[in-house]
T-cell receptor, first 110, second 114 residues
Framework: GQSLEQPSEVTAVEGAIVQINCTYQTSGFYGLSWYQQHDGGAPTFLSYNGLDGLEETGRFSSFLSRSDSYGYLLLQELQMKDSASYFCAVSKDSSYKLIFGSGTRLLVRP | NAGVTQTPKFQVLKTGQSMTLQCAQDMNHEYMSWYRQDPGMGLRLIHYSVGAGITDQGEVPNGYNVSRSTTEDFPLRLLSAAPSQTSVYFC?????????????FGSGTRLTVV
């Protein structure tokens, strides 16, 4: 089996920086992905880490440590529109089988 | 530029009825998957496919069948609907890069079984 752990809720202030952590336990690990989902919407792809280290895409960065089975998503210069749910997901046994965590609900306050 | 198209968007079924949720993508993607999402929860993988004629089970396959006769289409069949299958169903597709290139999701089908 596999398990992914991430906080259920995080609250932050507009303009601030927030980090959403994800720890995982799975065999056949290929990589860690992050997705954003607004209420009533579909998930959208944010980032992917196949190797250890930091990946940066604009205001969003994602980090992976395979030895610690740990990753995080870093959101900088928070905006109100960043209020959404964020899911980490592991690629298990292959690059195409994607297993999701239960998600972190981010609330950005003025 | 349709991406991933799911139909219908909403459906109400009676217990025991069967139906097919349609999914089509126009990006020539190899990989396609079906997920269900229950309120306040993450997405759970039902079935996935790595190409035409090839499908495999995910985390929660019971009660669902899939087939992939073409690259574009990946329908999900509910054999005998149960209230426990009330959920939002998402279809997703990815290029040969798989997770590294990101999955594109459809807008979802909201299914209620009464």
């Amino acid at each position: 089996g596999q398990s992914l752990e991430q906080p259920s809720e995080v609250t932050a202030v507009e303009g601030a920086i927030v980090q959403i952590n994800c720890t995982y336990q799975t065999s056949g690990f290929y990589g860690l992905s992050w997705y954003q989902q607004h209420d009533g919407g579909a998930p959208t792809f944010l980032s992917y880490n196949g190797l250890d280290g930091l990946e940066e895409t604009g205001r969003f960065s994602s980090f992976l440590s395979r030895s610690d089975s740990y990753g995080y998503l870093l959101l900088q210069e928070l905006q109100m529109k960043d209020s959404a749910s964020y899911f980490c997901a592991v690629s298990k046994d292959s690059s195409y089988k994607l297993i999701f965590g239960s998600g972190t609900r981010l609330l950005v306050r003025p | 530029n349709a991406g991933v198209t799911q139909t219908p968007k909403f459906q109400v079924l009676k217990t025991g009825q069967s139906m097919t949720l349609q999914c089509a993508q126009d990006m020539n993607h190899e990989y396609m998957s079906w997920y269900r999402q229950d309120p306040g929860m993450g997405l759970r993988l039902i079935h996935y496919s790595v190409g035409a004629g090839i499908t495999d089970q995910g985390e929660v396959p019971n009660g669902y069948n899939v087939s992939r006769s073409t690259t574009e289409d990946f329908p999900l069949r509910l054999l005998s609907a149960a209230p426990s299958q009330t959920s939002v169903y998402f279809c997703a597709s990815s290029s040969s890069l798989g997770a590294g290139g990101g999955y594109t999701f459809g807008s979802g089908t909201r299914l209620t079984v009464v």
